[in-house]
């Protein structure tokens, strides 16, 4: 947080508009799943057997500078070399957060070392029946809670990350917040989920109404003992308490078919290089505010966190409230 915090200050005292918080770093698409929400395992096999080299996710990071490198997929422990790639980000001081559903994680933890930078981000969607039926297999609640008991008592940092759809039950996810933190979790991710147009699954994303009501009602009267990863800022805007524009910029994605514009989630073509992708994508065709079909119900992190963080150093009284949420937990 004190990272991210100066590298903001940073960048707005030196008059830079556009700066990317986190890359979200995608070395290969394959996955050991099929989950409901993704269309990533769509590709051809051709595709999916492609993979990218250590040298290339590094050269990602040092030409972005972003403080945070989150490494997604597919499955990023499928991938050969991921402990290196891991490994050379971490010596670059960036915070890297590992995303995995946790299937490979407790066999390959012997591959990586215990560091305050590198976290492990374990996809967890909900209670132990919800998770189960979004991967469509039996047992991986499981075998993730498991792995995430593993982890931390072998020292390491874990995370989760949780995506939400239609018939999302505020109770039964309340009860899931402190099964997570029971098991040692450092902070928590939540997001709706958003409909990829490859997703096997159309019918279960949440419209943004929806979600309004869904996340205040999950997170109403938030236990003090329940820790997130994100900014209270965002968490109100997934209540409903505050609005914002997309800022796509601030979580730049990075493949294998170069940098995805102009957001993880939408694919409208890809930029040779991170200067090109700033300077040359036409940002205003995208954002609720644009009109663009495809933005208007999206409230997912990757657009919106950086939004809020932004908004977080917008006035002594956003930094003062930001830091009351923190301290009390309330939202």
């Not at 070399?81 to 957060?97: D, G, K, P, S």
């Not at 993730?144 to 940092?157: D, E, H, N, P, Q």
């Not at 009602?217 to 997130?228: H, N």
Request: proline letters at 6%.
């Amino acid at each position: 947080m004190a990272a991210v915090a100066r590298y903001v200050l940073k960048q707005r005292l030196s008059g830079r508009e556009k700066y990317p918080l986190v890359l979200m770093l995608e070395p290969l698409f394959r996955c050991n799943l099929s989950c409901t929400g993704c269309g990533k395992i769509q590709y051809p096999v051709s595709i999916l057997k492609k993979n990218l080299s250590v040298e290339e996710c590094v050269g990602a990071s040092d030409e972005c500078g972003a403080p945070v490198v989150s490494i997604a997929g597919g499955e990023p422990l499928l991938h050969p070399q991921i402990a290196e790639i891991a490994r050379a980000l971490v010596a670059r001081n960036r915070f890297v957060y590992l995303c995995t559903n946790a299937l490979l994680l407790e066999r390959k933890l012997d591959e990586f070392q215990p560091d305050k930078h590198l976290s492990f981000s374990v996809h967890m969607d909900g209670p132990r029946a919800e998770h189960d039926l979004s991967v469509f297999r039996e047992g991986v609640y499981d075998v993730a809670a498991k792995a995430i008991a593993a982890a931390v008592k072998r020292g390491f940092r874990v995370t989760t990350n949780t995506t939400l759809f239609e018939g999302a039950d505020p109770a039964r996810m309340r009860r899931f917040f402190d099964e997570m933190m029971e098991l040692g979790v450092e902070g928590m991710m939540i997001s709706p989920g958003y409909s990829y147009e490859k997703a096997p699954d159309q019918e279960h994303f949440l419209r943004r109404e929806r979600s309004h009501k869904l996340f205040a009602r999950m997170l109403e009267d938030p236990k003090r003992s329940w820790r997130f990863n994100q900014s209270p800022l965002f968490l109100q805007f997934l209540m409903g308490k505050r609005d914002f524009e997309c800022t796509p910029w601030g979580n730049p994605t990075f493949n294998i078919f170069g940098w995805q514009r102009p957001c993880y989630l939408l694919q409208d073509g890809y930029a040779r290089s991170f200067r090109e992708l700033i300077e040359e994508t036409e940002w205003p065709k995208y954002g609720r505010k644009s009109g663009n079909p495809k933005c208007q119900d999206c409230m997912v992190h990757c657009g919106f966190e950086p939004s809020a963080v932004r908004a977080t150093f917008d006035s002594p009284r956003a930094m003062g409230e930001t830091a009351l949420a923190m301290m009390t937990g309330r939202l």
